[in-house]
């Protein structure tokens, strides 16, 4: 297996986790949780990429993720902020309780 | 052979941040598998974003996650099951999902690709290229971080109507 594929195997791995986290856990902080977990996998695919892709002096691959992890930055202080405002709300982070707009 | 050890502890701590039941067991999971992570940047070569990972991760995502649980306490939370009331659907989404995923890792010409040597990038290059051909996407990403946290606190804020 050459270096490359196990980092993308790695990232895969990783991408599952946070999808089964972000899918299949009740609270809410966990889904978000997850959430970054599957940002983090996109991330090591660009570092991966730069690392054994064929232009590496460009640097894409290294300021594609400088700029993902601004956004999951962002990303991250919003959600927490929404599920703060959803606890102050409904008084719960289960996600599984909070269904007011089911139609 | 160093790859691997970090991988394990990437992969071990981000399944225990997803199955543990303790909130704050699976934030301290969740540190060590984004140190991990970084660790397995610095493996790659990608010191600056290995170090940015432990500072924003490690260092800032982690802390306001801890907040954020310990702002939003459930009290009867402890009795009930973790998993959510459509779990098995879900979990067979995830699984196909990966398949698919590992799939076509093992099937693409990634795997016959010559290994290059390791390529250099050093502060002064990422600074040139931040600071010529990424300017303005710099910028963008300086205004949305600051529209965002602006847009945070915002939304955490008490309301004025709540409060009286």
């Known amino acids: ?103 | 052979m160093l790859f691997t050890i970090f991988a394990i502890l990437t992969v071990a701590g981000a399944a225990a941040a997803m199955s543990l039941r303790n909130l704050v067991h699976s934030v301290l999971a969740l540190t060590v598998a984004f140190a991990g992570l970084a660790a397995v940047y610095l493996h790659l070569g990608a010191q600056f974003i290995g170090l940015a990972q432990i500072l924003v991760y490690v260092g800032a995502v982690a802390i306001l996650i801890v907040f954020a649980i310990l702002l939003t306490r459930d009290a009867g939370a402890t009795s009930q099951s973790i998993l959510s009331s459509s779990w098995i659907g879900n979990g067979t989404v995830v699984l196909v999902i990966f398949g698919i995923l590992a799939w076509a890792i093992h099937h693409s010409a990634t795997s016959q690709r010559v290994v290059l040597p390791q390529p250099e990038a050093s502060m002064q290059q990422i600074g040139n290229a931040l600071m010529l051909r990424f300017a303005l996407p710099l910028e963008i990403i300086g205004v949305l971080l600051t529209v965002a946290l602006i847009g945070a606190v915002t939304i955490a804020m008490r309301e004025k109507k709540e409060t009286r």
């Open chain 1, 1 to 103: 297996m050459t270096p490359l594929t196990s980092c993308l195997l790695l990232s895969a791995l990783l991408f599952a986790i946070g999808l089964a986290g972000a899918l299949m856990r009740r609270n809410a902080i966990l889904v978000l949780i997850g959430i970054e977990l599957m940002l983090n996998a996109a991330n090591l695919n660009f570092i991966a990429f730069w690392r054994y892709g064929p232009n590496p002096e460009a640097l894409t691959g290294m300021m594609f993720a400088i700029f993902s992890i601004g956004v999951a930055a962002a990303e991250a202080a919003v959600g927490l902020a929404l599920i703060i405002s959803l606890y102050r709300h409904t008084k719960t982070t289960n996600i599984d309780e909070v269904n007011s707009m089911r139609g």
